[in-house]
């Protein structure tokens, strides 16, 4: 028996485009695809993983792990959840010891180091607000202290907002969107570099959102946009060491950001508009950022890289 899925009252929530979902789970929108993430919503930044229902898809049990990261030292920001879980993981099996760094999502984080602990990976934890500069400093300390190098940076961690008009958008919450996204990137570049050695790989996050200019981010997509910039003066500035600089620009991807993001009832919807029919699991991630923290990227830099079953084509 197919059901209404909107009130019919517009002002208690935006239609989305999913008009009823079916008996057997598929949605209708502009185009028939399967629901698979109910509604559901956390209302905290950042979001955790082990609340989502389902849980996402972070291990690649058929991945081939090759040692193409093998004795190389890599930190990744927001590696306790969503994409940065799925890229420790990888990385772990291609041999590189693996450090994440994160706010304060301490089940999610311990979770990620079981995983990697699992299959005889190395890797260390470190909780911290990555909005300062000084505890920026302290990371890169840290790391350098244990391990006396740094070979791979991803910056992953990030938060968006949903808000439906510029209006809406507290300068409390432009600030916090902004540091959390950007500064968080530029204060931990700028205190690793002076580490960084030739072969060495900066990852920046960027998002899709930024190509296309999703209404309802605005802060968020304005802090993805300078991430783009970023990437691509710093990738030229640093060529002449041999130190490459890339992002990648996920689509949709079931990660704990979005249930801490959106409305409850847009979450059925996500993913939809792609090509594919589908958002994406962390696990289809994970081997681009393997690609481009190894040699096998060697003459890339400067790029911005899509994945999003489609939904853009960049």
């Known amino acids: 028996m197919r059901y209404k ?24 929108k502009c185009q028939k695809f399967k629901v698979k993430y109910p509604e559901q919503e956390q209302k905290r930044q950042p979001g955790l993983e082990y609340l989502m229902k389902p849980r996402p898809i972070y291990d690649n049990k058929d991945y081939k792990a090759s040692g193409k990261l093998e004795g190389k030292v890599a930190i990744i920001t927001g590696g306790d959840s969503g994409i940065g879980r799925a890229v420790a993981l990888a990385f772990a099996k291609e041999k590189a010891k693996v450090i994440i760094v ?24 470190i909780s911290t607000d990555l ?15 244990k391990y006396g190098k740094i070979d791979i940076l991803v910056n992953n961690a990030g938060v968006q907002f949903q808000t439906k008009s510029l209006l ?26 002076k580490y960084l050695k030739k072969n ?32 691509r003066s710093l990738a030229t500035n640093l060529a002449d060491k041999g130190i490459r600089v890339n992002a990648i620009a996920p689509g949709f991807f079931w990660t704990p950001l979005q249930p801490a993001c959106w409305e409850k009832e847009k979450i059925p919807t996500l993913g ?39 939904e853009y084509k960049g």
């Open 102 to 125: 994160y706010y304060d999502e301490d089940i999610d984080a311990l979770e990620t180091k079981r995983a990697i602990e699992d299959i005889n990976g190395e890797v260390m934890l």
């Open 168 to 193: 809406d958008i507290s300068d409390e919450q432009f600030d916090f969107t902004q540091k959390s996204n950007v500064y968080s990137m530029f204060y931990l570049t700028k205190a690793a570099l």
């Open 200 to 231: 060495a790989s900066i990852i920046n996050v960027t998002s899709i959102t930024t190509f296309y200019g999703e209404p309802e981010l605005i802060d968020y997509v304005t802090s993805k946009g300078a991430i783009v910039g970023f990437t």
């Open 272 to 310: 939809a508009d792609a090509p594919m029919k589908r958002g994406g699991e962390t696990y289809e991630i994970a081997p681009l950022f393997v690609y481009l923290a190894s040699d096998d990227s060697s003459y890339v830099t400067g790029q911005v890289m899509h994945i999003n079953g489609g």
């Open 131 to 145: 909005k300062s500069a000084k505890n920026c400093q302290l990371v890169i300390e840290e790391v350098m202290a």
């Open 5 to 28: 899925f909107y009130y019919e009252d517009k002002k208690k929530q935006d239609d989305y485009g999913l008009k009823y979902i079916d008996e057997n789970g598929y949605g209708y």
